[in-house]
């Protein structure tokens, strides 16, 4: 396997919503926060993990022979965690432009592909998307130059082979910094490099929609090649480097794919309120009421899956099936909805006047299928995953 055939960029709420229905991006391995950014490990991580330290043993151990089978090991462990900390800090660059540009970061996953910062909504101008893709190139750029100068000052000369354990470590790491900025700029959206292109063309055309629509395209063309050539490798006698060159470019089909199809979603949103869609005539149930008498007399009996509760007249919270699924049915006579449901200051809201594409975001975000939408801080309906989708289809039956 190349080690530098790792994907490294940005996940947008439109590439998350996307990553998360074909396979769950959130970290499952939490390791903390850095200048308040939680970076977590995905479980497939662990797995490129170990395939990188078994290539850097058979690279380093046929470079140095004499160098014995420890001394091997502990380079390749400690050169695979310096690689790793490289593509942190190359996310870390994402996040933290991001922020300053006013973009909110979710947090740093690393993956099988290599690492994304998870940004919690997309940029608003060309200049922001530049910027916020660029810099992360630039950083392992830098990295990567930064360890051939360290090299060179213990006595590394350019075209020779390093000498020492450290100064291979550094060699291979600059190398490689060098070829992860250089592969990542490549225009295969939605790497960094099909990012700075689509600010590019969003630039010079002033339409995100036109801009996205020529760099997902773009990007396709690239992952194709990735993918034929990929395959070619394999046959040609690369093995394993071949398939994951194709297995990438499959990877970056589809996100470039779901990129472009998420875009053309809201622009069919657009101008699209929360209150031109909610429900406002929500049916409300005492909170007293026990769960047995509302599963039977509401639940089994409604077409709805989410009721507001309400204490002495007062909307308090609301319940959904999840709520009630982890209760017991025997506990069902002597449990009241009171007891299990989720209340409203406890839930994600929005306003009648929020945009229900930003609302499908939260929705796709928080895993959650409704909203409450509040104004002066009385609930006024809700906006349903199920009503954004109905009127999605509408409009495609009505060929609008």
């Not at 592969?183 to 996205?212: E, K």
Request: neutral net charge; contains cysteine; glycine residues 10%.
């Amino acid at each position: 396997m190349d080690a530098g055939e790792l994907v490294t960029g940005i996940l947008s709420p439109s590439q998350r919503l996307a990553a998360d229905k074909d396979g769950n991006m959130e970290a499952q391995i939490k390791l903390g926060r850095i200048f308040g950014i939680e970076i977590g490990l995905h479980y497939s991580w662990l797995i490129i993990a170990l395939l990188i330290a078994f290539s850097l043993t058979g690279h380093f151990g046929e470079a140095h022979p004499t160098w014995g089978r420890g001394v091997i090991w502990g380079m390749a462990i400690t050169t695979a965690l310096l690689f790793f900390a490289a593509i942190v800090a190359h996310e870390l660059s994402h996040a933290l432009v991001a922020r300053r540009r006013g973009l909110p970061v979710r947090s740093i996953t690393l993956f099988a592909l290599g690492g994304v910062a998870q940004l919690e909504k997309d940029a608003e101008d060309a200049k922001t998307e530049f910027l916020v893709s660029i810099v992360g190139p630039v950083a392992s750029a830098v990295i990567g130059f930064v360890c051939l100068l360290l090299a060179w000052s213990l006595g590394w000369m350019m075209m020779t082979e390093p000498t020492t354990p450290l100064m291979a470590m550094l060699v291979w790491l600059g190398f490689i910094n060098i070829g992860l900025a250089i592969f990542n700029m490549l225009p295969g959206f939605p790497m960094d490099g099909g990012r700075v292109l689509r600010a590019v063309i969003w630039w010079y055309t002033g339409s995100m929609q036109r801009a996205t629509r020529a760099a997902s395209l773009t990007g396709q063309v690239v992952a194709l090649a990735f993918i034929i050539f990929g395959i070619f490798r394999f046959f040609a006698g690369a093995g394993f480097s071949g398939l994951w060159m194709a297995f990438i470019g499959w990877f970056l089909l589809t996100a470039s794919k779901a990129a472009y199809a998420q875009q053309e979603l809201t622009e069919r949103l657009r101008g699209v309120r929360v209150g031109d869609l909610m429900t406002r005539d929500c049916t409300v149930v005492d909170g007293h009421t026990n769960l047995q008498t509302f599963v039977h007399d509401f639940l089994l009996h409604t077409a709805q899956r989410c009721f507001l509760v309400a204490e002495q007249g007062v909307v308090t919270g609301l319940i959904t099936p999840n709520e009630i699924k982890g209760i017991a049915q025997a506990r069902w006579p002597y449990t009241t909805v009171y007891e299990v449901m989720r209340p409203l200051e406890q839930l994600r809201t929005v306003t009648p006047e929020t945009p229900v594409s930003e609302a499908l975001e939260i929705i796709g975000r928080e895993d959650i299928n409704q909203l409450p939408a509040l104004e002066n801080g009385l609930l006024k309906g809700l906006i349903s995953r199920d009503q954004i989708l109905r009127y999605l289809l509408t409009r495609a039956e009505l060929k609008m």
